[in-house]
């Protein structure tokens, strides 16, 4: 087991949220379902792309929000694509490749390449790069590519 895994607190709804996640990425499973007294599902373990994370059904106590997320590393635009649509459904969309899922947790779909398009060497081509993705909301690598001259 991993030393340190990210604990996420549901309502009640951990065992759908870990079925619906393991369903979108490889290397992804529920390891374990753990019950309560009176048989309902408490705590949920899981991987998504072999990093581990557990699930509470804590009740409506607290709820999840931006101050954490989960960023996303994509490799083509059609992954963007695919990942955006599935957790749209249901969410929210938000800034900058930032998204709400049904359930509330906030992912970052982003392309491999943003990071390497941010740190242009050329100054003036990293800051068409920030200003092009300071406008979208899903992000679209082709125009963050030509924002740096690329495409």
Known sequence: MQKITTF???NDQAEQAATFYT???ADSRIVEV???PGGGVMVVTFELAG?????????PQYTLNEAV???????TQEEIDELWATFMEGGEESRCGWLKDRWGLSWQIIPRRLPELLGHPD????????????????LDLRA???AAGEA
């Open 8 to 10: 996420l607190w549901f």
């Open 23 to 25: 369903s979108l990425f």
């Open 34 to 36: 753990r019950r309560g």
């Open 51 to 59: 990093q581990r994370f557990m699930a509470l059904n804590g009740g």
């Open 69 to 75: 997320s989960l960023y996303v590393d994509c490799q």
């Open 123 to 138: 100054p003036a081509a990293a800051e068409r790069v920030m200003k092009a993705m300071l406008g979208m909301q899903k």
């Open 144 to 146: 963050l590519e030509e």
